[in-house]
């Protein structure tokens, strides 16, 4: 080959790279977290156009026919696994991982919890403000979820000291964090400027992982906003695409 000829080839290599990087599409994956109360809510949630997750807690009244139903739906469910948060007089769910327990406890907890939640793809933590900082129970969580081939761990990330990630990597735990809330709180201002917000960073990072929760206005506006992502040049995903 000439070397003009070398040179044109190569240009054409180099136009084609950034075309196809110009037109890859930004990912989203969106988990709706605190399901297994109130059943109404949870159906409503799952019921949202396209593949989102559900967080469902183990041992509340409705876990096990909302991860059912999910299920049923083709949703992934993933198990939202209560982890000490800072605030104590919070701790009210019937099953979680406290700073207090040894690493049998840890694992038969962890156990309950897998048994109270059927078809589990993945686990995420509720709370864990507290939990999520220490290595030592983190690395034993993670190891657990290790020895169930094929689960992967969210961060949801509520303290920036936490070292899930790090520990997750130590144990060979496929993971991902939280990069948005959509409703820290659930008035309607909030709830769209964060879906905004997820737009914005899913278009300038590509990938995003966002968490909600079954309240009326977030329900109401991902009824409303999540048919028209594709439009916009977002690509709704499974969390376990993202993670994997």
Not at 49 to 65: D, K, W
Request: proline share 5%; net charge neutral.
């Amino acid at each position: 080959m000439s070397w003009t000829r070398a040179c044109l080839a190569a240009s054409m290599l180099l136009i084609a790279s950034f075309s196809g990087a110009a037109v890859q599409q930004a990912r989203v994956a969106i988990i709706i977290d605190d399901l297994g109360y109130r059943l109404e809510a949870g159906r409503r949630a799952i019921a949202l156009p396209g593949p989102l997750a559900f967080a469902v807690l183990p041992g509340t009244p409705r876990a096990a026919a909302l991860a059912d139903w999910a299920h049923a739906q083709g949703k992934e469910v993933l198990l939202h696994l209560p982890l000490q948060a800072n605030a104590e007089d919070r701790d009210n769910e019937p099953i979680g991982i406290h700073l207090d327990m040894s690493r049998q406890a840890v694992n038969a907890t962890f156990a309950a919890a897998m048994q109270a939640v059927p078809h589990v793809v993945g686990v995420n933590g509720h709370r864990g403000s507290l939990l999520t900082r220490h290595p030592g129970h983190m690395l034993w969580l993670m190891e657990e979820i290790r020895a169930r081939h094929g689960l992967f761990f969210v961060d949801s990330y509520t303290t920036a000291q936490s070292v899930a990630m790090q520990m997750a990597t130590e144990a060979g735990v496929q993971a991902v964090r939280r990069d948005v809330f959509l409703d820290p709180d659930p008035s309607p201002a909030t709830v769209a400027r964060q879906f905004e917000r997820m737009k914005r960073l899913a278009k300038k990072r590509g990938v995003v992982v966002a968490i909600g929760h079954p309240y009326e206005t977030t329900l109401a506006l991902l009824e409303k906003e999540l048919p028209k992502l594709s439009q916009q040049g977002i690509e709704l995903v499974t969390i376990s695409e993202l993670v994997r």
